[in-house]
């Protein structure tokens, strides 16, 4: 290598080299944090969108008693529309991909896919205004996410846990059918209201 710097460049490049030398072959050494698994019970379910790219958010119970947020990064919405059917200039999907599925008449379809819940919310209300057909667009990116596993409320959870206070946080994470047995704590609650106007006396929870 032809080193046009001066003295001081040539040194540091020397030096650089004296350090890559004594490395010799060995590998750097990359992080990996450590992945745990829970059992447990999911209690609420919503996706939202954070920085562009959606995330579905869980909240459950573990089968120790423990409160967790369980948090899927990188999930994408899904629909399908007929095969080589043109879609309006704002629809943009992340990509569309023909499978091998087949609507209920036979034909082939499409499968176009989001990054994020708002193109995939505005897509589908396009598609909707314009009555372009569409299958399954009105399945949440939630509900198929647990269908798709066959989860029915009861999975593990696996990903990198640290625990904030009570609330153990999940991120990087996996959701797999299991059967889980937390358990639970009972409330009531009372709601009282007024009869003829909207008016609102108390709520009262007694656990």
Do not use: W
Request: hydrophobic fraction near 35%; glycine fraction near 6%; aromatic fraction near 8%.
């Amino acid at each position: 290598m032809h080193i046009t710097e001066a003295n001081g460049g040539s040194y540091r490049f020397k030096r650089r080299q004296r350090s890559r030398a004594a490395l010799g072959n060995r590998q750097p050494i990359c992080y990996t944090p450590d992945m745990e698994t829970r059992t447990c019970f999911l209690l609420t379910a919503e996706a939202l969108d954070f920085h562009d790219c959606m995330t579905l958010r869980f909240y459950a119970l573990s089968d120790e008693g423990e409160p967790l947020k369980i948090e899927v990064e990188g999930e994408r919405g899904v629909f399908f529309v007929p095969s080589g059917a043109c879609l309006p200039d704002d629809v943009r999907p992340s990509e569309r991909r023909t499978l091998p599925l087949r609507s209920l008449e036979g034909s082939e379809v499409d499968a176009v896919y989001f990054t994020s819940l708002a193109d995939h919310r505005k897509a589908v209300e396009l598609l909707d205004a314009a009555r372009a057909q569409t299958f399954e667009s009105d399945i949440d990116p939630v509900d198929r996410y647990l269908m798709e596993r066959f989860i029915h409320g009861q999975c593990q959870v696996r990903g990198v846990m640290h625990k904030a206070g009570r609330l153990l946080t999940v991120q990087q994470a996996t959701l797999t059918p299991a059967e889980a047995k937390p358990h639970f704590r009972m409330a009531s609650l009372d709601i009282e209201t007024g009869k003829s106007e909207s008016i609102l006396y108390s709520i009262a929870v007694h656990l």
